[in-house]
C-alpha cells in the first residue's frame, strides 16, 4: 500500500519545496501517463499524488491513463515509456501549448516532475525543444554521521549541528517521525540525491547491531525514503564477525568470516531488496580492519564485496586512512601523504563493485585545501569524491558559509590533462557529502545552510554547472515570491560567504588553528603539538609546511604534471595554498605582491568588515520572509560577528607576537 505523500508538523520549515514553488504546475491541467503499463510503479504513484496535491491547492486538475480521444487539452504531460532504472528524462515544448516529460524509469518521471517545479511559468511559456536531462553522476550521496545512542562525546550526530538525529533517538528508531524522514527523501530526491546512509561511520556497539537484529528498524526508515527513490545504505563495523556473531576473528581471508557476512547479507536483502550497500570506515582513528590480520584493504573490501555483488550492492570503502599518533616532532611524516601511500598500490586490486571514498582533500574538509593527489591516481579502480556539507571547519551552522564556489572549484580541478574531478567521480563511483541536517525546524540549524544541501544534489547531477545558478534556483524556491530587493539581498549575504570565512580563519592554506576536540573557534597552537598531523610550524621566522620534494615531505610530488611542478616551488605555488605547501618567512612575496604577514592582517580586517556588511544586509531584510527565518538568521550573525572578530584578533596578535612586525596601516592588533 502506497504511503501517504508527507504532512509536514507544524513549525518544520519547508525549505526549497514550499506549496508555492508547485503554483504553476498545480494551477493547470496534468496528464500522468504510463505506457506499457505492467507491474508496480510506486515512484508514479509519488508523481501523482505530488501533482494531485498541487491541483487541489492551487485550481487545476490532473487525469491518470484517460480513455483515447477524451479531447481534454494539457497544459502538462508526464509520461512513463518504460520499466528501466534510467534516472533521465526528456522535457519539451514543441508545439507552444503543452509541456512534456517523458522518461523510461520511475525516478526519470519523479525528477523531471521537480524540474518542472523549479522552472516555474517558465515550463508554461513559449516553445522549445526537446532536451534531454539525464544526471553526470549516478551515485549522488548523503552520508549521514548519526548515532543510534548518544555518544559521550560526540552526541546523538557526530559533527552534527541541526539537533538530533532525524533516524535515531534514545537508542531506537523514531518511528514517530517517519513522516518527517518521508519529507527529507522528497527534499533530497527534488535536488537530485538519490542515496542515503543512515547511521555514522564510526559504528558503535548500537550501531553494529543495525546489521543483524535491528535490521528492520533500517527497513522502516528506507521504506520511508524509498518513496522518492532514495536507496538505503548501512555503516557498518569491519569487527562484525566478532561483535555479531561471535567469532574469534574478522580475518577477511577466513572463509567462516566470509560466509559470516554472506549470510548476513542475504538477511539484509531480505528485509530491504533495494538496499544499496555498505559503508565502511577500516583501520582509520580507531576503527577495526584488516590490518590486524596483515591484510590490504583491497582484501578486507572485496570480502565484502562478494557478499554484496549477487544482488547488486555496493561497498564504499572509504580512503580516510593515515597515522593518527604522529609524534609532532617529527617533520618526515606527513599526513598529507597517506591517503595516497597506501591506496595507489593498490590500484587495480578492487572488485568492480567497490567505490573507494575520497575525502576531496588531503587532510580533512578545511576551509581551504589542494585537491587530493589519490583523484586520478587510480584509474583501474572507481573512485568516488567525498565532500563535507555539516560545516565542521566552515562555521558549524553558527556561520554563513556556502560552500558550493568551493565544491564547484574542487569539481572543475583536472588533475592532469583530461578529466576534471567532476568527471572522474561521474565515470567512477560518484559523489558523497556528509549530510548537514537533524531534526531542527530549520533542518539545517542555520536557515542558510539550506543552501549548502540542495547545491551539493544540484552539483551532484551536473557537476559542471554554475553554483551562481544553483543559488538562484535555491532563492528561488525558497522564497517563491520574492521581490528583487530580497533575491539581491540572499545573493550578497550567501554569495560571497565562503572566501569571507576563509579571510578571518587560517591563512594561505594552512588549514586548522581550531580549538581541539569540538573544533570550534580560534586556538592557533590547538593542534600544534597533537598526535593527529596537523600543524602548521609557526616560529619567530616564519609558518608554513614544507611540502616540496626538494626539501620537505615530497608531497607535492604525488601529483601528476603539470600540479607537481606548479606545487614544488614558492615561485609558481597559487597563493591560497603557499602555506599548506611551503615554508616561507613572514616577508616572502606573494604574487598579489603584499608580504605573508601583511596578507594575514589585511585578510583577518577584511573578512570581520565583510561580515559586519553581511549582518546589516540581513537586518535590513526584516519583513521581506517569515519572521521566524529571519530572526534565527539574524541570532547566528551575531555570533558570526563574536567569532569572527576574535578570531581575526587571535591570529592577527599571535604573529604579531610571532614575527615582531607591526600592520603596515597601524590598526589595532593586542
Known amino acids: ?9 507544524e513549525g518544520l520549515d519547508p525549505a526549497w519545496l514550499p506549496p508555492e514553488a508547485f503554483r504553476s504546475l498545480g494551477s493547470r491541467r496534468t496528464l500522468i501517463r504510463w505506457s506499457g503499463r505492467r507491474g508496480s510503479a510506486p515512484l508514479v504513484e509519488t508523481v501523482h499524488d505530488e501533482v494531485a496535491d498541487a491541483v487541489a491547492r492551487f485550481g487545476g486538475r490532473v487525469v491518470r491513463d484517460p480513455e483515447p480521444g477524451d479531447g481534454i487539452p494539457y497544459d502538462l504531460v508526464l509520461e512513463l515509456t518504460g520499466a528501466s532504472g ?23 518521471l519523479l525528477y523531471g516532475l521537480f524540474h518542472v517545479a523549479r522552472l516555474g511559468e517558465d515550463a508554461f511559456r513559449g516553445e522549445w525543444a526537446p532536451e534531454v536531462l539525464q544526471p553526470a553522476v549516478a551515485v549522488r550521496m548523503l552520508d549521514h554521521w548519526d548515532n543510534v545512542a548518544v555518544h559521550p562525546v560526540m552526541g546523538q550526530v557526530e559533527r552534527g549541528y541541526a539537533g538530533g538525529s532525524l ?13 518527517r524522514v518521508r519529507a527529507y527523501g522528497r527534499l533530497l530526491a527534488a535536488c537530485g540525491i538519490n542515496a542515503v546512509a543512515v547511521n555514522n561511520v564510526n559504528v558503535h556497539e548500537a550501531e553494529a547491531h543495525l546489521l543483524t537484529d535491528r535490521i528492520a528498524e533500517v527497513a522502516e526508515i528506507s521504506r520511508a525514503l524509498g518513496r522518492y527513490g532514495i536507496r538505503t545504505h548501512l555503516s557498518v563495523t569491519f569487527a562484525a564477525p566478532m561483535v555479531l556473531g561471535g567469532l574469534p576473528s574478522a580475518d577477511p581471508l577466513d572463509e567462516a568470516v566470509q560466509a559470516w557476512w554472506a549470510e548476513a547479507t542475504e538477511r539484509v536483502y531480505k528485509a530491504i531488496p533495494g538496499f544499496g550497500g555498505y559503508v565502511v570506515k577500516a583501520d582509520s582513528e580507531g576503527q577495526p580492519g584488516p590490518f590486524a590480520y596483515g591484510r590490504s584493504h583491497a582484501d578486507g573490501a572485496n570480502m565484502l564485496a562478494a557478499a554484496l555483488a549477487p544482488y547488486n550492492g555496493t561497498v564504499h ?16 611524516t606527513d599526513r598529507a ?3 595516497y601511500d597506501h591506496f595507489v598500490p593498490l590500484d587495480g ?12 582533500g588531503p587532510m580533512d574538509f578545511q576551509v581551504r585545501e589542494p585537491v587530493s593527489p589519490l583523484i586520478g591516481a587510480m584509474p583501474r579502480t572507481r573512485l568516488a569524491v567525498e565532500v563535507q556539507a555539516t560545516q565542521e571547519y566552515t562555521g558549524q551552522q553558527r556561520h554563513v558559509c556556502w560552500l558550493g564556489p568551493m565544491w564547484s572549484e574542487v569539481l572543475r580541478f583536472r588533475p592532469e590533462a583530461g578529466s576534471s574531478v567532476g568527471e572522474l567521480a561521474a565515470h567512477g563511483g560518484g559523489l ?3 549530510s548537514n541536517v537533524g531534526d531542527d525546524p530549520f533542518w539545517t540549524g542555520h536557515p542558510l545552510a539550506q543552501a549548502n544541501l540542495y547545491t551539493f544534489g544540484r552539483l551532484a547531477w551536473q557537476p559542471g554547472a554554475d553554483p551562481g545558478r544553483l543559488l538562484d534556483e535555491w532563492i528561488g524556491l525558497t522564497f517563491p515570491d520574492a521581490s528583487q530587493r530580497l533575491v539581491d539581498g540572499l545573493r550578497a549575504v550567501l554569495d560571497g560567504s565562503w572566501r569571507t570565512y576563509e579571510k578571518y580563519t587560517a591563512p594561505l592554506g594552512v588549514g586548522w588553528m581550531v580549538q581541539p576536540g569540538h573544533h570550534y573557534g580560534p586556538s592557533v597552537d590547538g593542534y600544534e603539538y597533537s598526535p593527529w598531523g596537523t600543524y602548521h610550524f609557526a616560529d619567530r621566522d616564519g609558518i608554513g609546511v614544507d611540502r616540496s620534494v626538494a626539501t620537505g615531505t615530497g608531497y607535492a610530488g604525488q601529483y601528476a604534471k603539470p600540479w607537481a611542478g606548479v606545487y614544488e616551488s614558492p615561485d609558481t605555488c597559487p597563493d591560497e595554498l603557499l602555506l599548506f605547501f611551503h615554508h616561507v618567512s613572514y616577508d616572502h612575496v606573494l604574487h598579489s605582491g603584499k608580504t605573508v604577514i601583511q596578507h594575514i592582517y589585511d585578510t583577518h580586517f577584511e573578512g570581520v568588515a565583510e561580515v559586519e556588511r553581511a549582518r546589516e544586509v540581513w537586518a535590513s531584510l526584516a519583513g521581506l520572509m517569515d519572521p521566524a527565518r529571519h530572526a534565527r538568521v539574524a541570532e547566528r550573525f551575531e555570533e558570526q560577528l563574536r567569532s569572527a572578530r576574535e578570531w581575526r584578533d587571535q591570529i592577527n596578535s599571535y604573529f604579531l607576537r610571532k614575527s615582531g612586525v607591526g600592520d603596515a596601516h597601524g590598526r589595532p592588533i593586542y
Open 432 to 434: 558523497v557529502a556528509v
Open 337 to 339: 601523504r597517506a591517503a
Open 349 to 360: 586490486h578492487f572488485a568492480p563493485n567497490v567505490v573507494l571514498q575520497v575525502k576531496h
Open 1 to 9: 500500500m502506497p504511503l501517504p505523500l508527507p504532512v509536514l508538523p
Open 167 to 179: 533516524f535515531w533517538a534514545d537508542g531506537r528508531a523514531r518511528g514517530e517521525l517517519l513522516g
Open 86 to 108: 534510467d534516472e533521465g528524462f526528456v522535457c519539451g515544448r514543441e508545439d507552444g501549448t503543452t509541456t512534456t516529460v517523458t522518461a523510461s524509469g520511475q525516478r526519470g
Open 317 to 332: 570503502w572509504r580512503a580516510f586512512v593515515y597515522n593518527h599518533r604522529q609524534d609532532w616532532r617529527d617533520r618526515a
